[in-house]
Nanobody, 118 residues
Framework: QVQLVESGGGLVQPGGSLRLSCAAS????????MGWYRQAPGKERELVAT???????NYTDSVKGRFAISRDNAKKTVYLQMNSLEPEDTGVYYC????????????WGQGTQVTVSS
């Protein structure tokens, strides 16, 4: 059984910062790519950022220069530092990871709400 547990969401004013964390637990042999997705009200879930096991990163254009994804392989944890937050960043943020128990497959966290509002 693999679990991804997110934390760090909340309410923040425009221009503010938040740091999301996602910790993987369970009978894990290895973890591949990890990432963050978000879903705004009435919209489809979209990719925010991904990071490979060796640290290569990828961002959607709207967050480049403002968000930074990182990971601690020893802690099986991925982070998303979000700066200069905008109301358009509001949504539920989901952690995703490719985890190998027997076979490598994707797992999702339960989501954490981020609200950017004055």
């Amino acid at each position: 059984q693999v679990q991804l547990v997110e934390s760090g969401g909340g309410l923040v004013q425009p221009g503010g910062s938040l740091r999301l964390s996602c910790a993987a637990s369970g009978s894990i042999f290895s973890i591949g790519d990890m990432g963050w997705y978000r879903q705004a009200p009435g919209k489809e879930r979209e990719l925010v950022a991904t990071i490979t096991s060796d640290g290569r990163t990828n961002y959607t254009d709207s967050v480049k220069g403002r968000f930074a994804i990182s990971r601690d392989n020893a802690k099986k944890t991925v982070y998303l530092q979000m700066n200069s937050l905008e109301p358009e960043d509001t949504g539920v943020y989901y952690c995703n990871a490719d985890v190998q128990v027997w076979k490598m497959r994707p797992y999702w966290g339960q989501g954490t709400q981020v609200t950017v509002s004055s």
